[in-house]
């Protein structure tokens, strides 16, 4: 039988890299998800395979049960309800599975997706000889949670074939988790998250398990119901750069300068909290939803500076900067900055026609530029049939 899952990407409308350092940070899920399919098959001993292919890459890896399981088996598992880390001896022996599938030297960076990928199955499926199919509507490596949204879909798939999450299968389409097994796939998703980002905040696993909007704080989330309409304009800038490398650098700046760095990990925090509370608190009418719109924008101007003192910022994301200032509109990057994507606020009463300028000159730069839907739901899983 086929098991699929859906996770969602995600915006971070405040508080990202402060937030790894313990800051509160808010983030939202987007319409644009990853697709993960399961269909474990029959064993036969000789012919028995785990394939994975990367359908939008075009690229396939197989590895024959036993040459995984020889080196794995030690690692005792599977145990799908103990989400466990990857110790630094299976870390290696996963590495040379990947390594002898010579992925393109131009794909490489898929490399660490493919090693979570083997991490979640054998933990949580352990040996079963199955095939694996991963599609994406998101842009890999440009902030907007494709890492996260891949290992929650795949956890939220593994987990369904483990038989460890209590759904009713007759039912048709999509299905939303349960709220116990959720926190377990999310448990799992940070795991996975491990091992491609080096030290995640679990912002982005958490937004993309759960769905809608959350303030997250130090591993703890709390749901956020917005009472206002959010329209974000996403450019991307196509400028490829990866998280691991950014959170590490924040890391290293924060050492040569604690203070500093402790004073602007302070100030994203009070941003994030006003942030919160402005998207949650009732507009009764327009003039008041009009003050809250330019408090968003002043909060994201604010914290887009911070950002600056991190060093996340890049040339590219400083164009669409001025290019959206230009139309009085305020923009800061979102996820781990270094290239990728730019929030830009539409207030509700912009027309329509600033609105096509301003994706005209941004095209015209050779970003890409797209609204997403905000606040939509977090995993969900579905049985048999596509939808
Ligand atoms: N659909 C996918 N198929 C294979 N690998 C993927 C897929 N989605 C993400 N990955 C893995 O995740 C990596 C990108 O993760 P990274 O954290 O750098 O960016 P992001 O998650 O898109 O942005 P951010 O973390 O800033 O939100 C890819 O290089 C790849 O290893
Ligand atoms: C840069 C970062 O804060 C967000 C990436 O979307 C990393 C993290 O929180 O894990
Ligand atoms: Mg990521």
Known sequence: MEVKARAPGKIILSGEHAVVHGSTAVAASIDLYTYVSIQVHPSTENDDRLTLQLKDMALAFSWPIGRIKEPL????????????????????????????????????????????????????????????????ELPLGSGLGSSAALCVAFSAALLACSDSVNVDMKQQGWLIVGESELELLNKWAFEGEKLIHGKPSGIDNTVSTYGNMIKFRSGNLTRIKSSMPLKMLITNTKVGRNTKALVAGVSERTLRHPDAMNSVFNA???????????????????????????????????????????????????????????????????????????????????????VDKVISELESCGFQCLIAGIGGNGAEICFGASS
């Open 268 to 354: 994203v925090d009070s941003i994030g909290k006003e942030l919160a509370n402005v998207i949650q608190t009732p507009a009764p009418d327009d003039l008041s939803l009009n003050a809250k719109e330019e408090k968003l924008e002043e909060l994201m101007e604010m914290n887009q500076g911070l950002l600056q003192c991190m060093g996340v910022s890049h040339a590219s994301i400083e164009t669409v900067l001025r290019t959206t200032l230009k139309y009085k509109l305020a923009s800061k990057l979102t996820g781990a900055g270094g290239g990728g994507c730019v929030l830009t606020l539409l207030p509700t009463l912009l027309s329509g026609t600033i």
């Open 73 to 136: 088996s030690s690692l005792g598992g599977p145990f799908p309800s103990t989400p466990t880390s990857c110790s630094t001896a299976s870390m290696k022996l996963i590495l040379a599975l990947v390594e002898e599938q010579n992925i393109p030297e131009a794909k490489i960076s898929l490399a660490s997706g493919v090693t979570a990928f083997l991490w979640l199955y054998t933990s949580i499926l352990g040996f079963k000889p199955a095939t694996v199919v991963v599609t994406s």
